[in-house]
């Protein structure tokens, strides 16, 4: 019998209260793939469910992707694993067509798992999901980012707590964010409890894998303590990311007017607040013109910020996504919203 005082789940109860700020009695669905991550979470949010300090009201609930044949076996045992801990369970199947082909193919799986979670959630009336990211899944991400060319704001990695979808008001919490793998097996080991293995994650093909299988040991082995070094960073990113956007947002109220529907920011003003800010003030407003958050890199911005910064004159186009034109011109920087041109 685990016990609550269990390392394990001291550490995902301390982050569920601190970091992801789930109060005592939420109802919460717990996505559950069946793989000894998600396996692991359910078992320690068991434990605590029947805490009188906590009297959480779980929901196990599972997506079933059919995209490899695996997957209905995985759906039954984590039905079967539900009945066994005498928890509700609610399922979602996909549409594997939906998936598309490999070009992307998880970041659609993703979104429409989520979309699956969120639809689920609502049916319960559970106000939070819960998903079993980890801190080697946050090393991960902050690396695939690093890579990526990622900004401030990129390096912060996944939050502990977010909407599940934007203006949503269920949250998605990753309370094992402070653990790692092996804390997480070590856990079900201990239990004698099996999970369900997703080949899928073996497969070199995808860049989190070969990072997972090349990269990550080395770092552990120069660093023993690197995935709680990546957590730590992800967090003061986040805190610096926040401390960034209350400037951005301030010095934006101040230079970033409207005239005849098209948004205007005074370019010699722009030359003098540094290219970081000026950076940060053109995302707001071309976010605020309609485009898309995940199409405004700083890459492409970077391009936007090299042309205001230098003395050229003459006017020169930027095409933006979702149809935003963005215009640098001698004396101004002028932002056309999509769909008005």
Request: proline fraction near 3%; hydrophobic fraction near 45%.
């Amino acid at each position: 019998m685990i016990a609550a005082s269990h390392p394990f789940v001291k550490t995902v109860a301390t982050a569920l209260r601190r970091h992801c700020a789930v109060p005592a009695g939420a109802r919460l669905v717990v996505a559950t793939s069946g793989g000894a991550d998600s396996v692991a979470l359910l078992r320690a949010l068991a434990v605590l469910a029947g805490r009188r300090s906590w009297r959480l009201d779980l929901v196990v609930g599972h997506v079933q992707h059919g995209v490899r044949a695996e997957a209905e076996s995985e759906a039954v045992f984590v039905s079967d694993l539900a009945i066994c801990l005498g928890l509700p369970f609610e399922r979602r199947d996909l549409d594997p067509r939906a998936a598309g082909d490999t070009t992307n193919q998880e970041a659609r799986l993703r979104r429409a798992r989520y979309a699956a979670l969120a639809e689920m959630a609502d049916a319960v009336d559970a106000e939070f999901v819960a998903t079993a990211h980890h801190g080697d899944d946050q090393l991960e991400t902050l690396l695939m980012r690093m890579l990526r060319g990622a900004s401030v704001r990129g390096l912060g990695g996944m939050r502990w707590r977010r909407r599940i979808a934007p203006g949503a008001v269920i949250r998605l919490v990753r309370p094992m964010l402070s653990v790692d793998r092996a804390e997480g097996v070590a856990f079900l080991e201990q239990l004698g409890q099996p999970w369900r293995e997703d080949v899928t994650n073996a497969d070199v093909s995808r860049l989190r894998a070969r990072l997972r299988r090349d990269v990550v040991p080395v770092l552990q082995a120069l660093q023993p303590r690197v995935t709680a070094r990546a957590a730590e960073l992800c967090d003061h990113m986040r805190g610096l990311s926040r401390v960034l956007d209350d400037t951005t947002d301030a010095l934006a109220q101040e230079m970033v007017g409207v005239s005849e529907g098209r948004i205007i920011i005074d370019r010699d003003r722009s030359r003098r607040i540094g290219r970081v800010l000026l950076s940060e003030v053109i995302r707001v407003a071309v976010l605020k013109a309609g485009a898309r958050p995940d199409r405004v890199g700083r890459r492409n911005l970077d391009r936007v910020v090299r042309a205001v910064l230098d003395r050229r004159g003459g006017c020169r186009q930027f095409a933006l996504n979702a149809g935003v034109m963005l215009t640098v011109t001698r004396d101004t920087i002028e932002i056309e919203p999509g769909g008005a041109h």
